[in-house]
C-alpha cells in the first residue's frame, strides 16, 4: 500500500514529473490505475508507449515529442495522469529533453502529472531537478501470500501453513512476475505445488543478485578453522552463531548489525569476514563498492538502494564489504572528484547500516582509519569494531599449524612449530602463508619432503611489511590504543597493544 499512498501523495502535490524505474510494467500500471481511480475526484488516465501512442487516438505514434505538446495541450475536466512507457529511452534527445523542462513548469501549475515508466534508472543531468523517483518495491509478504493463494487454487492443491509460510519468505524480495514464473516452474516439474518450490525460489533469488552486477554471491570456504590466533574475535562470532534464529527473536535479542575490522595488511581480516558466513550458516554477499560508484546522475543511488533491497531480501545473511577505507577514500574529507556521488552512496549505506534492523550481518574491512569517514567508526554502526594487528608468537605457531595441517595433515609433528613460531616475528599471517608455500616450491623442485629448515630459509628471503610499511602499522596500533576498538586477541589485549606499539619500532632486522 505504500507505493500508492505515496503516489498519491506526489500527484496530489502537483509534482509535474515522476520516475518509476521497474522491470514490473504491468504491476506498476495497475498500481497508478488504483491511484487514478481512488482519487476524489477520479482521475483521468491516459497511457502512451512508442509503437501505438495514446491509447485511444493513437496520438504521438512513433513520436514522442509530439506526445509531449499533447499533454501540453490537453485540457481534461480533472485531474489527470499520463503515463509514457517507452520515454526513457530518449531523454537523451535534446528536443525532448526541453520539451520535459518546458512542460515541468506548465504541469507544476495544472493539475496533469506526467509518469515516466522505465525498467532501468536513468536520468540524464539536466532533467534531475525536474523528475521525482519513486520506486516500486518488491511485493510484501500479503501480497505474495494472495498470489500464492490464487495459484494453489488453481492447481487444486493444499499446502501445510509451515509450507506455505516457508515458501512466501523464500520469495520475500522477488518482483511478482519473477514468483509467478517460479511458481510455474514449480508447478512444470513435479506437477504440484509444494516445499519444493522452495530452491527454485531461492535459485531466482541468486539470479536476482547476479543481475544487480554489484553484489555477488561469495563461496564461503573458508571457515574458523581456517584462521590461526584471533581468539577474542573468534569467541566473539562463535557466542553469537545462533543470533539470527527465532530463537533468539523469542528471547529478546535484535539481530546483530555488524562488525568492522580494522587492522594490518594479511593479518587475516578478509579471511575472518569470509569466515563468519559458513560458522553461522548464512550465504555471503559481497558488495562491489567500485561497481556502485559512475555512472549516470542519479544510478549509483539508485543501484545502492537496489543492493540494500535485495540485500535485506536475501536476510538472512552476511554482507562482505571488503576495504571498505578504499571504497570510500576521500568521502568526507571535503574531496567531491564525482560531483558528491560516493558521499551521498556512502551516507544511505551509513544510513541503512544505523536504522536497520534486519537479518543482514555487515563484516566490513578496512586498512587504514586514515581514509575512512569519521562516521564510520560512531557507535550505533557496527557492534563492534575490532583491531587485528601482527600476530604474536603464540599466534604465528597457530598460523603455522593451520597453514602446515592444510598442506600435510600427516606429518604435523615433524615440523618445530616453536622454531618457526620464534623466528617469523614480524610476520603476518599472509607471509606465514607464503613461507610455507615457498619452501614446498624449493622441496618440490628437489623432488623431496620439505622441512622446517626449508620454511626458516623461505622465511630469510621474505621482507615481511612490517619492516617496510612499520611506520603505517605504528599509526594504525597509536590510534587502536586509543580506545576505540577492541582488540581481537587476547595476546594484543594483555601486551595493553602499548608493548606491541613499541615492538614494532624494533621488529627484526
Ligand atoms: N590469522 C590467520 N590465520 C591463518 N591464515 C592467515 C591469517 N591471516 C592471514 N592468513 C593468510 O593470509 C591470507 C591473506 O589474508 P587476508 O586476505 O584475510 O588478509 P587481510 O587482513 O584481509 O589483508 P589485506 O589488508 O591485505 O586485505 C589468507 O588467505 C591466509 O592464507
Ligand atoms: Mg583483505
Redesign the pocket.
Given at each position: 500500500m505504500v507505493f500508492e499512498q505515496e503516489l498519491d501523495l506526489l500527484v496530489r502535490s502537483s509534482y509535474p514529473i515522476i520516475y518509476i524505474p521497474t522491470p514490473e510494467e504491468e504491476r506498476a500500471e495497475q498500481m497508478i490505475a488504483y491511484v487514478a481511480q481512488s482519487g476524489t475526484p477520479a482521475r483521468a488516465l491516459h497511457l502512451w508507449d512508442f509503437i501505438e501512442g495514446f491509447e485511444g487516438t493513437g496520438v504521438g505514434r512513433n513520436n514522442p515529442v509530439q506526445a509531449l505538446n499533447e499533454i501540453e495541450k490537453a485540457n481534461p475536466d480533472g485531474p489527470a495522469m499520463f503515463v509514457m512507457r517507452d520515454l526513457h529511452r530518449f531523454l537523451d534527445d535534446v528536443q525532448v529533453a526541453r520539451k520535459l523542462r518546458n512542460l515541468a513548469r506548465h504541469l507544476r501549475n495544472s493539475r496533469k502529472t506526467l509518469i515516466i515508466l522505465s525498467p532501468t534508472m536513468r536520468i540524464p543531468p539536466d532533467l534531475a531537478e525536474e523528475v521525482t523517483v519513486l520506486d516500486l518495491l518488491p511485493p510484501s509478504v500479503d501480497e505474495i501470500g494472495q498470489e500464492l493463494e490464487t495459484l494453489l487454487e488453481q492447481v487444486k492443491v493444499v499446502l501445510t501453513p509451515g509450507g506455505q509460510d516457508a515458501l512466501v519468505k523464500a520469495a520475500q524480495g522477488l518482483m511478482m512476475a519473477r514468483i509467478r514464473l517460479a511458481l510455474a516452474r514449480a508447478v512444470a516439474s513435479y506437477g504440484r505445488l509444494d516445499e519444493r518450490a522452495i530452491p527454485i525460489m531461492l535459485e531466482e533469488k541468486k539470479q536476482r543478485v547476479r543481475r544487480t552486477e554489484v553484489l555477488e554471491f561469495w563461496p564461503n570456504a573458508e571457515t574458523m578453522e581456517?584462521?590461526?590466533?584471533?581468539d577474542i574475535l573468534k569467541r566473539w562470532l562463535e557466542q553469537r552463531a545462533a543470533a539470527f534464529t527465532a530463537e533468539a527473536r523469542d528471547y529478546g535479542l535484535p539481530n546483530p548489525k555488524g562488525i568492522l575490522l580494522v587492522?594490518i595488511?594479511?593479518?587475516?581480516?578478509?579471511?575472518s569476514a569470509k569466515a563468519t558466513a559458513s560458522l553461522w550458516q548464512l550465504p555471503l554477499l559481497r558488495l562491489d563498492v567500485g561497481r556502485l560508484m559512475g555512472g549516470l546522475v542519479g544510478e549509483s543511488e539508485a543501484k545502492t538502494r537496489e543492493m540494500i533491497r535485495i540485500a535485506e531480501a536475501m536476510a538472512p545473511c552476511v554482507l562482505f564489504l571488503d576495504?571498505l577505507d578504499k571504497g570510500f577514500a576521500g568521502v568526507g574529507s571535503g574531496f567531491v572528484g564525482d560531483s558528491g556521488t560516493s558521499a551521498r552512496v556512502f551516507g544511505t549505506i551509513l544510513t541503512w547500516m544505523e536504522e536497520k534492523t534486519s537479518a543482514v550481518f555487515i563484516a566490513a574491512?578496512a586498512?587504514s582509519v586514515e581514509t575512512l569517514p569519521a562516521e564510520v567508526l560512531r557507535k550505533g554502526r557496527f557492534d563492534e569494531i575490532f583491531f587485528?594487528d601482527l600476530?604474536s608468537e603464540r599466534e604465528r605457531r597457530e598460523?603455522f599449524e593451520?597453514?602446515l595441517s592444510k598442506a600435510r595433515p600427516n606429518r604435523l609433528r615433524d615440523f618445530d612449530l616453536e622454531q618457526l613460531a620464534f623466528q617469523s616475528e614480524g610476520f603476518?599471517?599472509?607471509e606465514i602463508?607464503q613461507a610455507v608455500s615457498e619452501a614446498m616450491h624449493m622441496a618440490f623442485d628437489q623432488r623431496r619432503e620439505f622441512e622446517t629448515e626449508d620454511i626458516l630459509r623461505a622465511m630469510s628471503f621474505i621482507v615481511p611489511l612490517s619492516k617496510t610499511a612499520g611506520e603505517h602499522i605504528a599509526r594504525l596500533q597509536e590510534w587502536a590504543i586509543s580506545g576505540r576498538c577492541r582488540p581481537a586477541s587476547s595476546d594484543a589485549a594483555q601486551a595493553g597493544l602499548m608493548g606491541q606499539l613499541f615492538g614494532a619500532a624494533s621488529l627484526p632486522g
Amino acid at each position: 500500500m505504500v507505493f500508492e499512498q505515496e503516489l498519491d501523495l506526489l500527484v496530489r502535490s502537483s509534482y509535474p514529473i515522476i520516475y518509476i524505474p521497474t522491470p514490473e510494467e504491468e504491476r506498476a500500471e495497475q498500481m497508478i490505475a488504483y491511484v487514478a481511480q481512488s482519487g476524489t475526484p477520479a482521475r483521468a488516465l491516459h497511457l502512451w508507449d512508442f509503437i501505438e501512442g495514446f491509447e485511444g487516438t493513437g496520438v504521438g505514434r512513433n513520436n514522442p515529442v509530439q506526445a509531449l505538446n499533447e499533454i501540453e495541450k490537453a485540457n481534461p475536466d480533472g485531474p489527470a495522469m499520463f503515463v509514457m512507457r517507452d520515454l526513457h529511452r530518449f531523454l537523451d534527445d535534446v528536443q525532448v529533453a526541453r520539451k520535459l523542462r518546458n512542460l515541468a513548469r506548465h504541469l507544476r501549475n495544472s493539475r496533469k502529472t506526467l509518469i515516466i515508466l522505465s525498467p532501468t534508472m536513468r536520468i540524464p543531468p539536466d532533467l534531475a531537478e525536474e523528475v521525482t523517483v519513486l520506486d516500486l518495491l518488491p511485493p510484501s509478504v500479503d501480497e505474495i501470500g494472495q498470489e500464492l493463494e490464487t495459484l494453489l487454487e488453481q492447481v487444486k492443491v493444499v499446502l501445510t501453513p509451515g509450507g506455505q509460510d516457508a515458501l512466501v519468505k523464500a520469495a520475500q524480495g522477488l518482483m511478482m512476475a519473477r514468483i509467478r514464473l517460479a511458481l510455474a516452474r514449480a508447478v512444470a516439474s513435479y506437477g504440484r505445488l509444494d516445499e519444493r518450490a522452495i530452491p527454485i525460489m531461492l535459485e531466482e533469488k541468486k539470479q536476482r543478485v547476479r543481475r544487480t552486477e554489484v553484489l555477488e554471491f561469495w563461496p564461503n570456504a573458508e571457515t574458523m578453522e581456517d584462521i590461526g590466533g584471533l581468539d577474542i574475535l573468534k569467541r566473539w562470532l562463535e557466542q553469537r552463531a545462533a543470533a539470527f534464529t527465532a530463537e533468539a527473536r523469542d528471547y529478546g535479542l535484535p539481530n546483530p548489525k555488524g562488525i568492522l575490522l580494522v587492522g594490518i595488511q594479511g593479518t587475516g581480516k578478509s579471511l575472518s569476514a569470509k569466515a563468519t558466513a559458513s560458522l553461522w550458516q548464512l550465504p555471503l554477499l559481497r558488495l562491489d563498492v567500485g561497481r556502485l560508484m559512475g555512472g549516470l546522475v542519479g544510478e549509483s543511488e539508485a543501484k545502492t538502494r537496489e543492493m540494500i533491497r535485495i540485500a535485506e531480501a536475501m536476510a538472512p545473511c552476511v554482507l562482505f564489504l571488503d576495504e571498505l577505507d578504499k571504497g570510500f577514500a576521500g568521502v568526507g574529507s571535503g574531496f567531491v572528484g564525482d560531483s558528491g556521488t560516493s558521499a551521498r552512496v556512502f551516507g544511505t549505506i551509513l544510513t541503512w547500516m544505523e536504522e536497520k534492523t534486519s537479518a543482514v550481518f555487515i563484516a566490513a574491512t578496512a586498512n587504514s582509519v586514515e581514509t575512512l569517514p569519521a562516521e564510520v567508526l560512531r557507535k550505533g554502526r557496527f557492534d563492534e569494531i575490532f583491531f587485528i594487528d601482527l600476530p604474536s608468537e603464540r599466534e604465528r605457531r597457530e598460523i603455522f599449524e593451520v597453514h602446515l595441517s592444510k598442506a600435510r595433515p600427516n606429518r604435523l609433528r615433524d615440523f618445530d612449530l616453536e622454531q618457526l613460531a620464534f623466528q617469523s616475528e614480524g610476520f603476518n599471517g599472509a607471509e606465514i602463508a607464503q613461507a610455507v608455500s615457498e619452501a614446498m616450491h624449493m622441496a618440490f623442485d628437489q623432488r623431496r619432503e620439505f622441512e622446517t629448515e626449508d620454511i626458516l630459509r623461505a622465511m630469510s628471503f621474505i621482507v615481511p611489511l612490517s619492516k617496510t610499511a612499520g611506520e603505517h602499522i605504528a599509526r594504525l596500533q597509536e590510534w587502536a590504543i586509543s580506545g576505540r576498538c577492541r582488540p581481537a586477541s587476547s595476546d594484543a589485549a594483555q601486551a595493553g597493544l602499548m608493548g606491541q606499539l613499541f615492538g614494532a619500532a624494533s621488529l627484526p632486522g
